[in-house]
């Protein structure tokens, strides 16, 4: 994330090249497959820090940071193409100048269903000069390429067509977001119906910040945080002062989320995230301290699965499209069926289930298939639910937590429209810590 505010930068293409850096072969590991609540992959927290860890040795080996004109940014360009080019994705490479030196964005595009239309995310590659900038912004750039891998090995044809960014020259006031913006054609600006940004999601002494510029996608991330009960507030220290400010400006509709900078946490945050009162978000930022070791696990992983979570809701179906039914369902066949059965759940111990069959349903499932679940429970955070598909793919409901009501009595929405609606359903459930218990009263499935 830039210090400054916004300046206006102008850039022209150079054919001047720089010299290249041989990419780096280690790739991150393969990308975990578990669903989120509403079936987008889980990412694996192991995955993003993989790529983190790269950033880390390009920096190592090139003077200790990737800034502007670099032959750490190089290397860094030439990471991401390869990661990227690997994971399915037609990569390209955008040169322009900033300072008098070459600079390079890198685009990764997977298209849809609907080429009409493309959904962009991003985050800003380059580093400042005093450091490798692990987190400002490696962690960013590095969640987004996980995110890239496991949504193509999930999606292969998305609804719309996703469009990934890694932008440089972050640092001296958005001059690669901007550029690329300002040379996009009148058809090619109407194309993208959004953008969401990713600067600095790994903060070490964590916020879960949401940007407030979109209503909608400011919905859709808060969701995700709700869902697994981690309190949000809206973001405003980066105001103008990420690579989301040339789309905003331009008229394009942007989201995203982010972890804290230099602003002191309040006692409240610390109360509410954990962490230390009376410290920056992130003490290391714009320090060469920035390095691996400035990261939090936890805060990279929610915001990675954040990503993942609002990447998948707003691509459509998957690649594998619902049947057209050979007539229009109605009442019996996909109505709802219930399991009014007790199961004990046993405290802290193995995970029970509960399953319905649904039968004569000539279609898929549907993106907003209700589960409405009835636990009497003493201590409701200690509960996971998962549901299960028939062919044995599990899909989140809810994530234990430090809730200390009683009972859920909840209907959860999950996108499982690539599951046929015909089969035998399970509601699986565990009481994942000690002293507390519960049952599975009933449960309803309606596809």
Known sequence: MRKLPLTAATAAILAVGAALVSPLANAAPTPTLASLPNGAPDIAVASVKAHLTQFQTIANNNGGNRCLGSTGYRASVD???QQATAAGFTVSEQSFTSGGKTSYNVLAELPGADTTKVIMLGAHLDSVCAGPGVNDDGSGSAANLAVAAAFKAAR????ITVRFGWWGSEEQGMVGSNYYVSHLSAAEKARIVGYLNFDMVGSPNPGYFVYRNDAGYESLIKEYFALINVPTEIETEGDGR???APFENAGIR???TFSGADYIKTAAQAQKWGGTSGQAFDPCYHRSCD???NIDDTSLDRHSDAISYALWALTGPASSPSPTPTATPTGGSCAPVTNGTDVAIPDHGAAVTSTVTISGCNRNASASTKVAVVIPH???????IDLVAPNGTSYRLKTESNDSAANINTTYTVNVSTQAANGT?????????????GKIDSWTLTV
């Open 156 to 159: 292969a044809v998305p609804g």
């Open 425 to 437: 359903w399970t509601l699986k459930v565990q009481d994942m810590y000690s002293a507390d218990t």
């Open 291 to 293: 390095t691996s070791s």
């Open 378 to 384: 003493t201590y409701r955070g200690d509960i996971r």
């Open 242 to 244: 990420s690579d989301h």
């Open 79 to 81: 990471y991401v193409k």
């Open 254 to 256: 942007v989201g995203g």
